[in-house]
């Protein structure tokens, strides 16, 4: 028979494992970046415009060193965030993407930088929004599966009082997060992207949840019943 501390602790060296895991990951960029150092040039673009021209530079070891670090940094926050909230109600599918969405960062922002400072055409401008559109597409896919709690999710005072007007908002949110994703995709591939385009898909996405979830607030809950 299995006791909840031995649950308990089988789920802390799980979370350590994972933690680990994903933090080493991070790291991988860091560990390509020294050993191509020698190659590389002394200032290498670290940011880039919406049309894949870069127009932000940092030193060689600013970038080699400090962008892995930086994001193990905003790693290791949102893990200790996750394991040590309150939230019980977590998908575990969603989760997981949660955990890995720092090291995806890691691995794509080292491949763009390394690549592009040892002079290989990178092509910023699609790979950037597809990666972005994909996020979209997976965690729209798992929102509606999302049950309520308050560390993730669409948190408003009507969400998380209410489970129906949550369900609801979050399926909603599932299928616009969809929607934008593949928008992102495509538009990313017929080159169509650029601030307006990105801007409006990320308003909608959001905004269009959040009208629903007050709106539905308004006409069944307040006053009232829950």
């Known amino acids: 028979m299995v006791t909840g501390f031995e649950r308990g602790e089988g789920t802390v060296k ?12 991070c790291l991988l960029p860091l560990l390509a970046g020294v050993a191509l150092y020698p190659r590389l040039p002394e200032t290498m673009a670290t940011h880039w415009g919406f049309d894949g021209t870069a127009n932000g530079w940092s030193s060689r070891a600013a970038t080699v060193f400090g962008l892995p670090l930086f994001i193990l940094a905003l790693h290791l926050i949102c893990f200790y965030a996750e394991s040590h909230g309150t939230n019980r109600n977590m998908n575990p599918v969603l989760r997981t993407v949660m955990l890995w969405i720092c090291p995806a960062m890691s691995l794509l922002g080292g491949a763009l930088t390394l690549g592009t400072g040892l002079g290989y055409e990178m092509h910023v401008g699609t790979v950037a929004p597809v990666f972005v559109g994909l996020l979209f597409l997976i965690l729209g896919n798992y929102l509606p599966k999302l049950r309520r709690n308050r560390t993730m999710g669409i948190k408003l005072p009507w969400t998380l009082a209410s489970e129906e007007n949550w369900t609801r908002t979050h399926r909603a949110a599932g299928f616009t997060w969809v929607a934008a994703g593949l928008l992102m995709v495509v538009s990313a ?38």
């Open 14 to 25: 799980a979370n350590k494992k994972e933690l680990l895991l994903t933090s080493l990951v």
């Open 189 to 226: 591939f017929w080159q169509l992207h650029g601030p307006t385009v990105t801007v409006v898909l990320l308003v909608l996405a959001v905004g269009i949840p959040v009208l629903y979830s007050y709106l539905y607030y308004r006409r069944h809950e307040k006053g009232g019943a829950q």
